[in-house]
């Protein structure tokens, strides 16, 4: 059996923004101007008139977020004033894109209602009550081609629904009742399958919704398979095995049951598309486990990829793996870019793809040829049983990192307190450094970028009319190290006892929260804030809230059920003898002309990232 491991780390540095002019390869901002032998010269011209509305999620169909207004400039914008305020009438908090769409503005407000509203006047046009657990990124917009069936496709818990965009109104006739079950339709057991939906939305291609999940990357984890529905029907019209099944290219690259078993590989970041060739190029995640790849010897096709399909029919055309068999959760989650650039004096269509590992990528978004040469380097061999860190790694020869991929003692933060500066300097110093550093139970190691640093979820932009892409990336470096754990540890406790709620609340505290709050609950900088004595300053109810809203930092999670945020805040925030209970805040009844719930069933609470335990008569492998 194989060793099982806690993973403890720590996270420090800044955020910072850098635009990458790549028809002459220019950074600006954060390193010098550089131009490659020969590519130095004027951008092609470029249509941008089409960029004037925001009918999708990320702007449009390529997520540039990119908009040309012929009234508003930058010489005026400091003029701009409020035209409405629309009250949400709650006290939640929400990270939503809204879409514009023929003058109507389609948010998110009122206890997670589905709100329609005049885009000129905030006049409220329609409400969609009650959707608690509808994905907060965003939602998608269809209509027909005679412009009169408008449809809003929304992902709610593991389950896909449509709604009438003239109505507000769910419609029955979508999926079964008016709702596709996720959980269906991915090649595995849908009984051990912990979440299926996504936190993006997908993107529209003519009739299909085009979608991706995210399961997390813990025990039961599912498939993170690419599929499209039929936006009329909610059928299934195809399906894109990203971890392979025998006989299909890639699955060489795995153990032969890795299918089985292996979850993940998913896109849960931003999907791109070429509407003109009918192109969707996915950013593709990491593997089951992050950190932990002893059961998944190879590359692991198609984790960490760049992939672009026939967004019609699901056809593979071209893939490139920016990490082999990654151990350090360096997913592709930020929107891959659309721009056209002069290269070797012609012009090329490509896609700019930045990753958190601090390298941006530059295809040919046709052929998947690099646009500079990118070289297989040698990286260090791991020193744990089983692991199987692969050889070589791949690193583009002519576009520089857009950020630091090493720190010294010199790196820290020279305003923190003199004893931390002077912890964190040993503990920098000591640490084996370099990227594609494996993981080890014997020493720390640091990695720079981090887990969640470099160029992460909506930090990439583009004006596709100059070349110019934009990436924000956090420079935030991780201390990494491997604890071997027992087995109290490896699942929930038992039901009974007085204290088996808050015992059952660290385990989960460790699969939901630890990667941002750290093992010590004190907190990591830049990712989550210290949860010490948490139960002095927030409540039940809040801490509720918090999850299921989100806050700052931290994106809201409104698919983690009740049960689960209890035993956690049971966890968190021990309750002493005579504790009152907390009073309940009362919902707000959506106040407009429709409250539409249209009868669409109620889903079933789920996890995020895996079961909490092994489903009944279960036989397979129990670790």
């Known amino acids: 059996m194989r060793p099982k491991f806690t993973l403890f780390h720590f996270i420090f540095l800044r955020r910072n923004v850098v635009l990458l002019a790549l028809a002459g390869l220019a950074y600006a901002a954060m390193a010098p101007t550089i131009y490659p032998s020969g590519e130095a010269g004027n951008l092609p011209a470029i249509d941008t008139s089409?960029?004037?509305?925001?009918?999708?999620?990320?702007?449009?169909?390529?997520?540039s977020k990119f908009v040309t207004f012929a009234q508003i400039s930058k010489k005026n914008i400091k003029n701009l004033q409020p035209a409405f305020v629309y009250t949400t009438s709650d006290n939640q908090y929400y990270k939503f894109n809204p879409i514009v769409v023929d003058n109507v503005m389609y948010v998110l407000g009122k206890n997670n209602s589905l709100i329609a509203v005049n885009a000129t006047t905030g006049t409220e046009i329609w409400i969609h009550a009650n959707l608690k657990g509808i994905i907060q990124r965003g939602i998608n917009f269809w209509q027909s081609a005679d412009k009169k069936q408008k449809r809003l496709l929304i992902c709610l818990g593991n389950s896909l629904q449509a709604i009438d965009a003239n109505t507000g109104k769910s419609i029955l006739t979508f999926g079964d009742n008016g709702s596709v079950d996720l959980?269906?339709?991915?090649?595995?057991?849908?009984?051990l399958i912990g979440r299926a939906a996504s936190t993006s939305p997908g993107h529209i291609y003519k009739d299909l919704l085009l979608v991706g999940s995210s399961p997390g990357e813990n025990l039961f984890?599912?498939?993170?398979?690419?599929?499209?529905?039929?936006?009329?029907?909610?059928?299934?019209?195809?399906?894109?095995?990203?971890?392979?099944?025998?006989?299909?290219?890639?699955?060489?690259?795995?153990?032969?049951?890795?299918?089985?078993?292996?979850?993940?590989?998913?896109?849960?970041?931003?999907i791109s598309v070429d509407a003109k060739r009918g192109i969707a190029y996915y950013p593709l995640g990491s593997p089951t486990y992050d950190y932990d790849g002893a059961d998944r010897e190879g590359k692991g096709l198609y984790g960490n990829c760049i992939l672009a399909l026939d967004a019609k029919t699901g056809k593979h055309l071209w893939h490139f793996q920016t990490v082999h068999h990654d151990i350090w959760d360096y997913d592709l989650t930020a929107a891959p870019q659309l721009i056209?650039?002069?290269?070797?004096?012609?012009?090329?269509?490509?896609?700019?793809?930045?990753?958190?590992?601090?390298?941006?990528?530059?295809?040919?978004?046709?052929?998947?040829?690099?646009?500079?040469?990118?070289?297989?380097?040698?990286?260090?061999?791991?020193?744990?049983?089983?692991?199987?860190?692969?050889p070589t790694q791949p690193f583009p020869t002519v576009v520089p990192a857009f950020q630091r991929q090493i720190v010294n003692e010199n790196d820290i933060n020279p305003n923190i307190p003199t004893a931390a500066r002077e912890k964190f300097a040993a503990r920098v110093k000591a640490a084996k450094k370099g990227l594609y550093q494996p993981l080890s139970d014997k020493y720390e190691i640091i990695t720079t970028p981090g887990a969640v640093g470099g160029a992460n979820y909506g930090n990439t932009a583009a004006n596709p009319g100059k070349g110019l892409v934009y990436v924000m990336f956090q420079e935030l470096a991780d201390f990494y190290r491997l604890k071997k754990r027992d087995a109290s540890q490896l699942r929930p406790a038992q039901a009974g006892g007085p204290n088996a709620l808050a015992v059952k609340g660290e385990v989960l505290y460790k699969q939901y929260c630890q990667p941002c709050h750290g093992a010590d609950r004190t907190g990591i900088a830049g990712a989550g804030a210290s949860l010490i004595d948490l139960?002095?300053?927030?409540?039940?109810?809040?801490?509720?809230?918090?999850?299921?809203?989100?806050?700052?930092?931290?994106?809201?999670?409104?698919?983690?059920?009740?049960?689960?945020?209890?035993?956690?805040?049971?966890?968190?925030?021990?309750?002493?003898?005579?504790?009152?209970?907390?009073?309940?805040?009362?919902?707000?009844?959506?106040?407009?002309?429709?409250?539409?719930?249209?009868?669409?069933?109620?889903?079933?609470?789920?996890?995020?990232?895996?079961?909490?335990?092994?489903?009944d008569g279960y036989t397979g492998p129990k670790v």
């Open 50 to 63: 089409r960029y004037t509305q925001w009918s999708d999620f990320g702007g449009g169909p390529d997520h």
């Open 221 to 270: 984890s599912g498939p993170g398979h690419l599929r499209a529905f039929n936006v009329i029907t909610g059928k299934q019209e195809w399906i894109f095995h990203t971890i392979p099944q025998p006989g299909e290219p890639g699955y060489e690259t795995w153990p032969k049951d890795a299918y089985k078993y292996v979850g993940a590989v998913n896109t849960w970041g931003e």
């Open 340 to 390: 056209t650039v002069k290269h070797k004096g012609k012009k090329v269509d490509a896609v700019a793809v930045a990753s958190k590992n601090g390298f941006l990528y530059v295809f040919n978004r046709i052929t998947g040829e690099p646009l500079w040469p990118i070289e297989e380097r040698p990286v260090p061999a791991s020193d744990m049983p089983d692991e199987h860190a692969y």
């Open 535 to 615: 139960g002095a300053r927030v409540n039940a109810e809040t801490f509720k809230g918090i999850i299921n809203q989100g806050k700052g930092r931290m994106p809201a999670q409104p698919h983690i059920d009740d049960a689960t945020i209890a035993a956690i805040y049971a966890f968190l925030a021990p309750a002493p003898a005579g504790r009152n209970k907390q009073n309940n805040v009362p919902d707000v009844i959506p106040d407009g002309p429709v409250v539409a719930s249209g009868g669409a069933p109620v889903t079933q609470p789920q996890t995020r990232g895996g079961m909490r335990s092994y489903p």
């Open 183 to 191: 959980k269906q339709g991915l090649d595995r057991d849908p009984a």
